[in-house]
């Protein structure tokens, strides 16, 4: 079984801009959360998504934002780059997303705002 | 806000002794609890969960759970060099809906041939 799959793996953006990444689950799991990594915050959610329906999110800015497409696939937006948006970004894929399930993480995406 | 803490460390430890990595989390509330390992530059991989107070083992590493003084633990024994690695605790509150982990920033564990 393949697992869960993060495009690109690499992003070079300049603050402003907007940038896409995408996460495609594990086969047959439904809920996709993704989370940001930085050295001096550590993993921190973002939000979480269940049958195209965001069911949590963090606490980050508006900027932030995503969605998750029928096939259970999702995307992560963030808009009007800054510098401090430099980070892995992972996504994570679970069967129904309840807090006590084993959540499979991504490789990531490594994101630098230049 | 909900929030976990782990000694950062770098904690080192001699090949074949037991690591004893601790965390501790502000939400009463919290009801599920994990053990997460990350090598340098791969991604989180879940080691070990825990749900209730007490010990739970599984093979060279038992997770201790206690709810009263908000206190997780993660023992490894025999270390191995190939347990060296940043081991996060991550801690979520029950309910139907997932409403994400919390993590500690993790504490790099160093394994000493």
């Known amino acids: 079984k393949a697992g869960v799959t993060q495009t690109p793996r690499y992003l070079i953006k300049t603050r402003g801009q907007q940038v896409t990444l995408s996460c495609s689950p594990i086969s047959g799991h439904r809920s996709v959360s993704w989370y940001q990594q930085t050295p001096g915050q550590g993993l921190q959610f973002l939000f979480e998504y269940f049958s195209e329906t965001q069911r949590n999110k963090g606490n980050f800015p508006g900027r932030f934002s995503g969605r998750q497409f029928s096939n259970s696939r999702s995307e992560m937006n963030v808009s009007t780059l800054e510098l401090g948006d430099s980070a892995l970004y992972l996504c994570?894929?679970?069967?129904?997303?309840?807090?006590?399930?084993?959540?499979?993480f991504g490789s990531g995406t490594q994101l630098s705002v230049l | 806000q909900k929030e976990v803490e782990q000694n950062s460390g770098p904690l080192s430890v001699p090949e074949g002794a037991i690591a004893s990595l601790n965390c501790t989390y502000s939400?009463?509330?919290?009801?599920?609890f994990f053990w997460y390992r990350q090598y340098s530059g791969k991604s989180p991989e879940l080691i070990m969960s825990?749900?209730?107070?007490g010990d739970k083992e599984d093979g060279r590493f038992t997770a201790q759970l206690n709810k009263a003084s908000q206190y997780v633990s993660l023992l490894i024994r025999d270390s191995q060099p190939s347990d060296s690695a940043t081991y996060l605790c991550?801690?979520?509150?029950?309910?139907?809906?997932?409403?994400?982990?919390?993590f500690g920033k993790g504490t790099h564990l160093i394994i000493q041939p």
């Open positions: 994570a894929s679970s069967t129904t997303g309840q807090s006590s399930e084993k959540l499979f």
């Open positions: 939400d009463r509330g919290s009801q599920s």
């Open positions: 825990i749900y209730s107070n």
């Open positions: 991550a801690v979520t509150l029950s309910g139907g809906g997932a409403d994400g982990l919390t």
